[in-house]
């Protein structure tokens, strides 16, 4: 067991080199790169907290804000239909008013073509008479050679046209 | 025996002197090397860490669990010290097992299987536990060996048996990594011999004892590794629970 032979001979050196290799470690690597790591680690993770917090709180953030649209747009919904309502009220009202005018419009138009018409034919009618009348006075004169006064022939026209 | 014996290097003989330059300086120097390379990937410092990154944060990460767990907040303080003894040990049985006899002239050699390096890994750790136990609680540390809440007859007996109990730690501590390289290497060296010894018989026999210690040197080899890594943490977890009883008491 060379351990147990060899060890008179090799402690010192054994030793001297291994505070050295085990002095260089935990200088280099326990003061100096361990927390280097352990602040990088410890950065990530305080990052990745912070980062799930701001999610979160965005997340939050979001279905207020969500909400508060769909508000807004259930309250636009309510205030457009009752604008539709009403407009569709005031169209109803003024169509019926102008049908109303306009019918009263024709009424009056048709009334006033009825009476223009009667008057027409009531003058052409007497006019009509005055013709036949005269043409009795003539048919009388040239057939019976008599003469009929213009008031005989236009009442003898009246009871024919009667 | 020779895979353990310490040679000079740049010099014939053994001087007994403390500056001799051995062959076992050389490995702890390529040990020490092996760490300060492998460690190195760590001051990447990337947010999102590459695999080599990854590997140093998950054993920086790993043995600062270990304290944590075991010493608590203030294992913090205690990290650089298991670090250092845990990567040590653990470098140097991994690199004690690689194959490196494969090159010519070059003679592997395990740092951890001088009881002479983990004697002084052990007695540090010891050495911690008693300065920070009586520096934090004085002559109170004596406590340590008397449990409380105990009927004073039974103090009497388990007080001398705490204390030594208390005492064979840097023993037990710093002979188990020992050992473990020890063994696992003669293990290896004996059923070498088996597969040369059974390869020069000449006899149908001699090559089956020669194949089936071949495959026993593969699964020695791959439980060294596992034991080199084993032997690591024990000592971390060792050395966490010895320092946590320095610094709680009980």
């Not at chain 2, 062959?23 to 020490?32: F, P, Y």
């Not at chain 2, 740092?111 to 010891?126: A, D, E, N, R, Y």
């Not at chain 2, 059923?191 to 018989?201: D, E």
């Amino acid at each position: 067991m060379p351990q147990l032979t060899q060890l008179s001979l090799v402690y010192q050196s054994q030793w001297l080199w291994l505070l050295l290799v085990l002095a260089a470690i935990y200088l280099f690597v326990g003061r100096g790169i361990l927390p280097r790591v352990e602040a990088t680690v410890d950065g990530r993770d305080a990052r990745i907290a912070a980062d799930l917090a701001a999610a979160e709180r965005l997340q939050g953030e979001a279905t207020q804000t969500e909400e508060a649209w769909r508000a807004r747009v259930n309250a636009a919904h309510g205030a457009g239909q009752s604008e539709i309502a009403k407009a569709k009220a005031a169209a109803d009202a003024e169509a019926q008013a102008r049908i109303a005018k306009a019918d009263a419009e024709i009424a009056a138009k048709s009334d006033a073509a009825e009476a223009a018409l009667a008057t027409a034919r009531a003058s052409a009618l007497a006019e009509v008479q005055g013709v036949a009348a005269e043409a009795v006075q003539a048919i009388v004169a040239k057939l019976a050679g008599g003469s009929v006064s213009a008031e005989d022939a236009a009442k003898a026209v009246a009871g024919v046209m009667a | 025996m020779h895979q353990f014996a310490i040679t000079p290097l740049g010099s014939e003989t053994l001087t007994g002197s403390a500056f001799q330059f051995t062959n076992s300086a050389l490995w702890m120097l390529i040990v020490l090397g092996a760490i300060l390379l492998f460690m190195w990937g760590g001051m990447k410092r990337q947010l999102v860490p590459g695999r080599w990154q990854a590997s140093v944060e998950a054993i920086t990460g790993f043995v600062d669990n270990i304290t944590r767990a075991n010493i608590g907040a203030e294992g913090r303080k205690y990290l650089p010290w298991v670090l250092t003894a845990f990567l040590f040990i653990l470098f140097s049985n991994w690199i004690g097992a690689m194959p490196f006899g494969i090159v010519p002239a070059a003679h592997p050699f395990t740092v951890t299987s001088q009881f002479s390096i983990t004697g002084v890994l052990s007695i540090t750790s010891f050495a911690i536990v008693l300065v920070v136990g009586f520096w934090k609680h004085g002559l109170h540390f004596f406590t340590l060996f008397v449990p409380k809440d105990t009927p004073f007859v039974l103090k009497l007996l388990i007080a001398p048996i705490e204390f030594v109990s208390f005492m064979v730690r840097p023993f037990s501590l710093g002979l188990r990594p020992f050992v473990a390289m020890f063994a696992g290497h003669i293990l290896l060296d004996v059923f070498g011999n088996f597969v040369v010894q059974g390869l020069n018989s000449h006899s149908v026999l001699g090559y089956g004892i020669s194949g089936l210690c071949f495959v026993f040197v593969v699964g020695v080899n791959a439980l060294e590794l596992l034991v080199g890594a084993i032997q690591a943490y024990v000592f971390a977890l060792l050395t966490a629970l010895y320092i946590n009883d320095a610094v709680n008491l009980h």
